[in-house]
């Protein structure tokens, strides 16, 4: 089922020129990109997306993580896209993530794993809505979909 997920390439990514590399991964597994912008995050955009972890240890250096530096995000289209790019990403933990997957390619850290993916609709339909207003997502066949 066609599915949309939001993607951020986090300050480390962006940092680290990897932003090419992750959005051709994503590009070559036959997902389509229905928005994407490069930008700073403010600490409200930062706290309201990571609210989930306000309670945990790590919250305020995440938060602080997160905007020290631009991000791309973007959100990304296709079949079952959310669990697709979960497992594109890998775990959580970069010294823990499979070799093949993006933190496992570029990460040895639990904090500075590179790139974001929603977990689920619910996740999606929360975080999108931070980054990107309606008009900002554009539908668009690219004339491959029988092939993907
Ligand atoms: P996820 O990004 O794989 O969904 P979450 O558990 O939702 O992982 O955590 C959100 C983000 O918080 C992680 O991507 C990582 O950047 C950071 N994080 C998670 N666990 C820790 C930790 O134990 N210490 C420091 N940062 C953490
Ligand atoms: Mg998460």
Not at 39 to 57: G, I, N, R
Not at 138 to 145: A, L, P
């Amino acid at each position: 089922m066609s599915e949309r997920t939001l993607v951020l390439i986090k300050p480390d990514g962006v940092k680290r020129r990897l932003v090419g590399k992750i959005i051709n991964r994503f590009e070559e597994k036959g997902l389509k990109i229905v928005s994407m912008k490069f930008m700073l995050l403010t600490k409200p955009q930062a706290e309201k997306h990571y609210s989930v972890h306000k309670d945990k240890p790590f919250f305020r250096g995440l938060v602080d993580y997160i905007i020290s530096g631009p991000i791309v995000a973007m959100i990304v289209e296709g079949n079952s896209a959310i669990s697709v790019v979960r497992l594109m990403a890998g775990s959580t933990d970069g010294s823990k993530a499979a070799p093949g997957t993006i933190r496992g390619d570029f990460s040895s850290s639990v904090q500075n794993n590179i790139v974001h993916a929603s977990d689920s609709v619910d996740s999606y339909n929360y975080e999108s809505q931070i980054f990107f207003n309606q008009a900002e997502i554009i539908e668009s066949e690219y004339g491959d979909e029988s092939l993907l």
